[in-house]
């Protein structure tokens, strides 16, 4: 079974410019989380998703951030415009609803 | 929200000693508390759950406890090996639709050879 698919893995961008992460979970695994893992944090969540709905964003800061989870299966988060303090690994994650998450190898990204 | 505090932030043992990891956490919902093991550059993966309705759980070398009353829970590795040399994490988890953990702030875990 193929596992949770995130691209690209590094990313590295100036400032002030838009990028994008895309995920695929694991099939049949409705939920779907991003989160934000800082230089020897634990990961932050920024949204989840049940199905194509965004249940859960208090965390995502909306004014440059954005994701979609389109026919709810793959989903895209969105930077614009980026600023250096977001440097950080961008974290997907699917579940069947027990609890685990299964979660992807991750994108790193460097503002410059 | 729930809060999850997580110590030591660095643990390095010998080979073949035990290591525990400790978690507190503040919201009394939350009734699932899995843990995490995030070895250099990988995902992170989970290693083994529990529960609030039992108190222990064990899986081979690696068994974790739950002290509900008191908001804390800790993860026990026994016998380490160089390859428990990870990042591991608690997080804590409320029942609702689905489950939402917060985690912790990780502990690096060096075993020495």
């Known amino acids: 079974e193929a596992g949770v698919v995130q691209s690209p893995r590094y990313k590295i961008i100036e400032k002030k410019q838009p990028v994008a992460f895309w995920c695929n979970p694991i099939s049949g695994h409705n939920t779907l989380y991003w989160y934000l893992q800082n230089l020897g944090q634990g990961p932050e969540l920024l949204i989840r998703y049940e199905n194509e709905e965004a249940v859960d964003d208090s965390q995502l800061p909306k004014d440059r951030f954005s994701a979609e989870r389109l026919k709810g299966v793959d989903s895209t988060l969105k930077i614009q415009p980026a600023e250096l303090g977001d440097s950080a690994v961008y974290l997907c994650a699917s579940s069947p609803g027990t609890g685990e998450l299964f979660f992807g190898e991750g994108s790193r990204l460097t503002v410059l | 929200g729930e809060n999850v505090e997580q110590h030591p932030s660095t643990l390095s043992v010998q080979e073949g000693d035990s290591a525990v990891i400790k978690c507190t956490y503040s919201?009394?919902?939350?009734?699932?508390f899995p843990w995490y093991k995030q070895e250099l550059g990988k995902r992170p993966q989970l290693i083994i759950d529990i529960r609030s309705n039992v108190g222990e759980k064990k899986d081979q070398r690696i068994a974790v406890t739950l002290n509900k009353t008191a908001k804390h829970f800790s993860l026990h590795i026994t016998e380490t090996q160089p390859e428990d040399s990870a990042v591991y994490f608690c997080?804590?988890?409320?029942?609702?639709?689905?489950?939402?953990?917060?985690f912790g702030r990780g502990t690096s875990l060096i075993v020495h050879p």
């Open positions: 997080a804590a988890s409320r029942p609702g639709g689905s489950y939402i953990p917060t």
């Open positions: 919201d009394s919902a939350s009734n699932y």
